[in-house]
């Protein structure tokens, strides 16, 4: 995140029970560089102009429309004007979302899968859930009222559903074979040129064929694995040095910047926040 302006605001929480998160936050300026999650997005606009670049398309939410987006696809965001925008967002695990729609569509085989056919949805039913299931896992009633407002959530999405599959991302052989090579080699000092000499390839036409199927150039998707795998250490309570070190940064700096620019947030706030633990261990 660059550019930060002084009535810039984020705040976080999670629910340990469903590991959902709960982020909501203003900007006047820009507000993320480009990178994915492994979650499920569901957010609403509250206020201003927000604009966002995703599926090869830019998208302007204004107040009360819905922000819908798969695991995976590549996102920034940032103010449409001076004004700046407000917006409510939830991430949601998809193992437990997976669950929760299979439950109430009674699908009891677990495949019931969501997909989304627009980015952007007027669904004021939906927007509304949204911001009653946030403030549930910002400031809960009750765990019963928690569950049940997200429970809400996942229903909504269900009944809007795409077709399972038509979203996915359908990448050339060559870039689909690049990303698995990163995603299992994520914390080791991979180079460009390895990368396309395995492929039998070069470099340029390698880079070509990965940012116009992800939104991201090779490297670029490296860094955002590791942050990715490096959230996952936060949440259990390992220190951002140890994440950073066993996620393939160069030192505990890089990996803030970084994790700064994707998410708004520190490193060690983040773990605080879905942990309560103290920002470093006793002696």
């Known amino acids: 995140m660059t550019g930060v302006h002084p009535k810039d605001w984020l705040s976080f929480a999670r629910d340990p029970q469903s590991g959902t998160e ?8 820009h507000a993320y560089d480009p990178h994915f999650h492994d979650q499920v997005l569901v957010g609403v606009t509250e206020q201003g102009l927000q604009q966002f670049r995703c599926r090869r398309q830019l998208h302007r939410s204004t107040p009360g429309r819905v ?3 798969e695991p995976g696809e590549t996102h920034d ?11 409510a967002m939830l991430y949601f695990d998809p193992a437990w979302l997976r669950d929760a729609v299979a439950l109430y569509a009674g699908r009891g085989d677990g495949r019931a899968v969501l997909g989304f056919p627009a980015i952007l949805a007027d669904d004021p039913r939906l927007a509304q859930a949204i911001g009653a299931a946030w403030r ?3 400031r809960p009633d009750s765990r019963m009222a928690r569950e049940a407002a997200l429970d809400a959530v996942a229903a909504l999405l269900w009944r809007r559903r795409n077709p ?12 689909a074979q690049a990303r698995a090579i990163i995603d299992d080699c994520f914390d080791a000092d991979l180079g460009l ?17 990965f940012k116009a199927a992800y939104g991201l150039a090779p490297h670029a998707y490296l860094v955002q694995r590791r942050l990715s795998r490096a959230r996952q250490m936060l949440v259990r309570g ?3 040095a140890a994440a950073a070190a066993a996620t393939g940064f160069a030192d505990q700096s890089h990996f803030g910047r970084w994790f700064r620019r994707a998410y708004g947030m520190t490193p060690a706030a983040y773990r605080r926040a879905c942990t309560n633990l103290p920002d470093s ?3």
């Open 281 to 283: 261990l006793p002696a």
């Open 164 to 175: 399972a599959g038509a979203t996915a991302i359908r990448a050339p052989r060559m870039a």
């Open 22 to 29: 709960a982020v909501r936050a203003c900007f006047h300026n």
């Open 136 to 138: 549930q896992v910002a």
């Open 193 to 209: 040129q390895d990368l396309a000499l395995e492929l039998d390839t070069d470099r340029f036409r390698l880079t070509r064929a």
């Open 67 to 69: 922000i819908l987006m």
């Open 238 to 240: 390992e220190m951002p």
């Open 77 to 87: 965001g940032e103010a449409g004007a001076s004004t700046g925008f407000t917006y």
